[in-house]
């Protein structure tokens, strides 16, 4: 897996983090998930933000 798809992905309303080793455990996303492969529809657990909300870090 190529590390630039392992970087870690910041919320611009909020500043939650997305760290893809962690994952969203609470809304089903397992550790090791890149953010490029959340679903489409999966919103920012802090702030309901949408993916588009989010800044590479």
Avoid at 20 to 34: F, L, W
Wanted: include cysteine; proline fraction near 16%; glycine fraction near 6%.
């Amino acid at each position: 897996m190529e590390q630039k798809t392992m970087r870690k992905w910041r919320c611009k309303k909020c500043k939650y983090v997305y760290d893809p080793a962690v994952g969203d455990p609470k809304h089903g996303i397992p550790a090791d998930t890149p953010f490029e492969q959340l679903p489409p529809n999966w919103k920012c657990p802090l702030c309901g933000a949408p993916k588009s909300d989010f800044e590479p870090l």
